[in-house]
């Protein structure tokens, strides 16, 4: 992209985009957020994605978290506002970011706009129903190895890479059910908060990856419009 600015989805140019995805676990956002992090060439930011590797690598920050993760609770708020603010400071956030599970409150929502001035551009809101989510979630397993993610299925290896696949215990139903009911509380409070700010592009989060990519696509360029 020429001139480092990021080309948006009606054909303008924009210095810089901030996007947030937000809905419930298992929504779809971690997919989404990779197809438009290549699309717009800016990083996807998951903080799920950088606590459980904190968690891997047993650093200060993984003894901390790692207990609460495998609970299906939320982070507390100082600890993960931290770090997300050092991360969404690195250089390669100069063209903007993609936040993916943050803020998952509206105490997390207000403080994020005291460390962003100028706020973010859009909230992408995946409507995705409880059903939905159990269904995609207590039915996957994980790569111990690369991370990959498959539906339950007669084969323990990755195809991917061969390791060996494991279910999480945050992907276990009862722990799903926890999660979803703890989002229904502290975190969909968010959608009416960033629709007030004219920020949400509020979308069907069920079918196929490219219908939905595509949904993003048209719900990013009416809120930019």
Do not use: W
Not at 51 to 78: F, H, T, W
């Amino acid at each position: 992209m020429k001139d480092s600015c990021v080309v948006d989805v009606y054909g303008g140019v924009r210095a810089s985009v901030k996007i947030i995805l937000l809905g419930p676990p298992g929504s779809g956002k971690g997919t989404q957020g990779i197809i438009l992090s290549k699309e717009l060439e800016i990083p996807e930011i998951s903080t799920g994605d950088m606590l459980r590797q904190a968690v891997a690598e047993k650093s200060a920050l993984g003894q901390q978290v790692g207990e609460i993760i495998n609970q299906g609770c939320l982070v507390p708020d100082d600890l993960i506002i931290s770090v997300i603010e050092e991360r969404i400071s690195r250089v390669d956030c100069g063209k903007g970011f993609i936040l993916d599970g943050f803020p998952r409150t509206i105490e997390q929502g207000e403080a994020l706009e005291k460390v962003l001035p100028d706020s973010v551009d859009v909230v992408i809101y995946f409507n995705v129903s409880s059903e939905a989510v159990v269904a995609r979630l207590a039915g996957r397993l994980t790569c111990r190895k690369c991370g990959a993610v498959f539906p339950i299925m007669d084969t323990s290896l990755c195809t991917v890479c061969g390791g060996d696949l494991y279910q999480r215990e945050d992907d276990m139903t009862s722990t799903v059910l926890r999660r979803l009911k703890l989002y229904r509380e502290h975190t969909e409070p968010l959608v009416a908060f960033y629709r007030d700010k004219n920020k949400l592009a509020e979308i069907d989060g069920e079918g196929s990856v490219e219908d939905i990519a595509q949904r993003v696509e048209e719900g990013i360029a009416q809120v930019l419009a």
